[in-house]
């Protein structure tokens, strides 16, 4: 604990407990020492006898819950490869600034509210206003422009005092923390050739202590060395650039890696909140029997037990939906199904099986998932169940289908129009391809459910 007391942290978090609850985000390993890994963990599960399950959070609501906006992120910084290359349909505010004046001065404005903006830096200036209070840190003399890092006297504080919007945090003071809009100026460790990402470790600051033992595994071990640095690196700005609810706004003082970003937004189209069309199934004149649910293991409830959404919720067979849906709290109309433990039955949430490989990057073909009915606010880059007359699925000659909704908006001055909406897949099997609806067609298409996650 605080690589100080102790063997093995998480061996003694497992050893501690009867059971153990881990939340991570290998994304956001930062440090040197970092072992937040998953595998770390199954390592020590195994170690002491213990059962491991292993669940997946299938979206979040970080970046006001633009998953669009984490892809672009990920794909932008070279941290793993998305189909989210532009920032095109995502509804968040992402903007770059050719000088850090303006970045600043962007971020003062935005502070005005209520007191939620504030900008962070890559730690590679050192921290000299510790010993010379009257010395600034941060200085671009060809902008004119000096700042200090956050006092150390207040830590994490500094996102909360009014006053410390002068200020500029790093990794160590803005981890776990977020405010409405923030500014990110990127330094000489992260620069982008020719569209490639490039790290640099040596241009920490020498006070930057997650960084340290890079050097000692350098001499022994530069290829391991320089590849836990380039991870290091590129998290450290995915967290940075992740702070911020509505709004990211970023500077390098790189002239190419800032170019690199502003061609990456190409357009922002924002996806204004939309009502969902009511979810129905199909009218039963008699129980659907269980056989009909190949490889089902969740619990079918009696209809006599049956509590809406308290207890279990409904089950469809999408395959077989004809017109439009019934109302879902008319328990004899269909089936109901009990959830694994780890999941709390809500109002709108049913379950349908998945067939087919259009998606098996995210749901294996045949698995039974549970969505949400009517799950308002945007639903770009959302997996979600669509139906559309002019649908045929591939896999099932369903009029439903599963695919990651994307949509594309103009505005005639008054309200915004669907100009284009495109269903796409996600698979690693060829022959699958976009549906794509123009305006005339797209009026026609129904959200029927969001994905939440898979569950048999």
């Given at each position: 604990?605080?690589?100080?007391?102790g063997e093995n942290?998480?061996?003694?978090?497992?050893?501690a407990a009867?059971?153990?609850?881990?939340?991570i985000?290998?994304?956001?390993?930062?440090?040197?020492?970092d072992?937040?890994?998953?595998?770390?963990?199954?390592?020590w599960?195994?170690?002491?006898?213990?059962n491991v399950?292993?669940?997946?959070?299938?979206?979040?609501f970080?970046?006001?819950?633009?998953q669009?906006?984490?892809?672009?992120?990920?794909n932008?910084?070279?941290?793993?490869?998305?189909?989210?290359?532009t920032?095109?349909?995502t509804?968040?505010?992402?903007?770059?600034?050719?000088?850090?004046?303006e970045?600043?001065d962007?971020?003062?404005k935005m502070?005005r509210?209520?007191n939620?903006a504030?900008i962070?830096?890559?730690?590679?200036?050192d921290?000299?206003?510790t010993k010379?209070?009257d010395?600034?840190d941060?200085?671009?003399?060809?902008?004119?422009f000096?700042m200090?890092?956050?006092?150390?006297?207040?830590?994490?504080l500094?996102?909360?005092?009014?006053?410390?919007?002068?200020?500029?945090?790093?990794?160590?003071t803005?981890?776990?923390?977020e405010?409405d809009?923030i500014g990110?100026?990127?330094?000489?460790?992260?620069?982008v050739?020719?569209?490639?990402?490039?790290?640099?470790?040596?241009?920490?600051?020498?006070?930057?202590?997650?960084?340290r033992?890079?050097?000692k595994?350098?001499?022994?071990?530069p290829?391991?060395?320089?590849?836990?640095?380039?991870?290091?690196?590129?998290?450290?700005y995915r967290?940075?650039?992740?702070?911020g609810?509505?709004?990211?706004?970023?500077?390098?003082?790189?002239?190419e890696t800032?170019?690199?970003?502003?061609?990456?937004?190409?357009?922002?189209?924002?996806e204004?909140?939309?009502e969902?069309?009511?979810?129905?199934?199909r009218e039963?004149?008699?129980r659907?029997?269980p056989?009909?649910y190949?490889?089902?293991t969740?619990?079918?409830i009696?209809?006599?037990?049956v509590?809406?959404?308290?207890?279990s919720v409904?089950?469809?067979?999408?395959?077989?939906a004809?017109?439009?849906?019934?109302?879902?709290?008319l328990?004899d109309g269909f089936?109901?199904?009990e959830?694994?433990?780890?999941?709390r039955?809500?109002?709108g949430?049913?379950?349908?099986?998945?067939?087919?490989?259009?998606?098996?990057k995210?749901?294996?073909?045949?698995?039974?998932?549970?969505f949400?009915?009517?799950?308002?606010?945007s639903?770009n880059?959302?997996?979600?169940?669509?139906?559309?007359r002019?649908?045929?699925?591939?896999?099932?000659?369903?009029?439903?289908?599963?695919k990651?909704?994307?949509?594309?908006k103009?505005s005639?001055?008054?309200?915004?129009?669907?100009?284009?909406?495109?269903?796409?897949?996600d698979?690693?099997?060829d022959g699958?391809?976009?549906?794509?609806f123009?305006?005339?067609?797209?009026?026609?298409?129904?959200?029927?459910?969001?994905?939440v996650a898979?569950?048999?």
């Amino acid at each position: 604990m605080y690589q100080n007391l102790g063997e093995n942290q998480i061996k003694e978090i497992i050893n501690a407990a009867k059971h153990s609850v881990f939340f991570i985000d290998e994304d956001q390993r930062v440090t040197w020492k970092d072992i937040g890994e998953t595998q770390e963990i199954i390592k020590w599960a195994k170690q002491a006898g213990a059962n491991v399950q292993q669940l997946e959070l299938a979206s979040q609501f970080r970046c006001n819950g633009s998953q669009g906006y984490l892809a672009w992120v990920d794909n932008s910084l070279d941290i793993k490869s998305t189909v989210n290359k532009t920032l095109k349909g995502t509804d968040y505010d992402f903007r770059v600034f050719d000088s850090p004046n303006e970045l600043r001065d962007y971020i003062f404005k935005m502070n005005r509210t209520n007191n939620k903006a504030r900008i962070v830096a890559g730690y590679c200036w050192d921290w000299v206003s510790t010993k010379e209070p009257d010395k600034n840190d941060i200085v671009f003399e060809e902008h004119n422009f000096s700042m200090k890092w956050n006092l150390k006297t207040d830590g994490s504080l500094w996102i909360m005092k009014p006053e410390t919007v002068n200020e500029i945090g790093c990794i160590h003071t803005c981890q776990g923390l977020e405010v409405d809009y923030i500014g990110v100026i990127i330094g000489p460790d992260l620069l982008v050739r020719n569209g490639c990402v490039i790290t640099d470790a040596s241009k920490r600051s020498k006070n930057d202590s997650s960084v340290r033992g890079f050097k000692k595994l350098l001499k022994n071990d530069p290829d391991k060395a320089l590849a836990r640095a380039d991870i290091i690196i590129k998290n450290t700005y995915r967290t940075l650039m992740t702070r911020g609810q509505k709004g990211c706004y970023v500077y390098s003082t790189d002239p190419e890696t800032n170019a690199y970003f502003a061609e990456m937004i190409n357009a922002v189209i924002t996806e204004e909140k939309q009502e969902t069309q009511p979810l129905a199934t199909r009218e039963l004149s008699e129980r659907t029997p269980p056989e009909l649910y190949p490889g089902l293991t969740l619990k079918l409830i009696d209809i006599d037990k049956v509590m809406p959404f308290k207890n279990s919720v409904p089950i469809y067979d999408l395959q077989m939906a004809a017109g439009q849906f019934s109302n879902e709290q008319l328990v004899d109309g269909f089936d109901w199904v009990e959830l694994p433990d780890s999941f709390r039955p809500q109002k709108g949430h049913f379950v349908t099986r998945v067939t087919g490989e259009s998606m098996n990057k995210r749901i294996p073909n045949g698995s039974w998932c549970l969505f949400k009915a009517n799950p308002g606010g945007s639903r770009n880059n959302k997996v979600v169940i669509v139906q559309h007359r002019d649908i045929q699925d591939q896999d099932t000659g369903s009029a439903f289908t599963i695919k990651i909704y994307r949509s594309e908006k103009v505005s005639d001055g008054e309200e915004w129009q669907h100009s284009k909406i495109i269903l796409s897949p996600d698979s690693n099997v060829d022959g699958y391809e976009d549906l794509v609806f123009d305006s005339e067609s797209a009026g026609e298409l129904i959200v029927v459910g969001e994905f939440v996650a898979v569950i048999a």
